[in-house]
């Protein structure tokens, strides 16, 4: 938990799944990478699935939703995902139900962000988890999962639709907005073109959660970037701008993925890699 002026800053841990430690890493050799984060003997990694929630005197306002229930067979196959009691359980940990979250804001529409948005139950019906909740999107990041140019973003975007149809509430953005007064999105580019990032100042701190920019501690290096990044430049150059940002303004950075570290503050500036300075650990999984 972090303090922002009177905001409160929570990191639930929606829980955790294993990916291709290759796809996490792209180019970067493996005997590197696995010196940060080790493979499994499917040569997959440990990842978390860590939501930030914003409780403010505009509302209770998460950020992306994890993998919810909603995957095949299959996929639980590959993935093996360890979601206990999901983002249900933290907000009930808190004192809160879905039903209190005013804000769900989408980083992007992966499947790892977005399924948690709907509930699928055993027979395949499907509704809306946080049914009071507005949820925030890019535009240009809808139109292209709604509608996918070509084959490798329909890959990328194959969930999208299942999770998006259900929802009534639906707020597209139009580029950088603030959601209120302390909290903002900024779209960052990288990942996909329209991935944004979520801004909270307030008191002097915040927090910029970095979603798929840098995923994990590991991808605090500029040149260590996942293979699923559509622009790795525009990745590495968002970097350098919320890195300067944060530490100019004295914010904390948060990652999706780091299976042990849902955020940390940057140290100063050293000409080096950037590294934290201070943590605060990923929750366990119910």
Known sequence: MLQAGHITIYFLNAGFWWDDGGAQFGIVPRELWEKEKPANARHRI???????????????????????????????????????????GGLRRLGFTPADVTHVILSHLHFDHVGGVIDKSPSGEVQPVFANARVYIQRAEWELALAPPDERLAAAYRHAAE????????????????????????????????????????????????????????????????????????????????????????????????????????????????????????????
């Open 46 to 88: 440990k990842l978390s699935l860590t939501c930030p929630l914003f409780v403010t005197e505009q509302g209770v306002i998460l950020v992306d939703t994890g993998i919810g229930n909603r995957l095949s067979e299959r996929e639980r196959a590959m993935y093996t995902p360890e979601v206990g009691a999901g983002l249900a």
């Open 163 to 286: 999770c998006l149809r259900p929802l009534d509430k639906v707020v597209l953005l139009d580029g950088d907005t603030h959601i209120t007064p302390q909290v903002r999105t900024v779209v960052s580019g990288g990942h996909t073109t329209p991935h944004q990032c979520v801004i909270v100042e307030a008191g002097g701190t915040g927090l910029i959660h970095l979603a798929d920019i840098v995923p994990t501690t590991a991808h605090l290096r500029l040149a260590w970037n996942a293979a699923y990044d559509t622009d790795p430049l525009t990745t590495i150059a968002a970097k350098k701008r919320f890195f300067a940002e944060a530490r100019a303004k004295n914010l904390w950075v948060s990652f999706s993925h780091d299976d042990v570290v849902a955020a940390g503050r940057l140290a100063p500036e050293d000409g080096r890699a950037a590294r934290l300075s201070e943590t605060v650990r990923i929750a366990a999984v119910d």
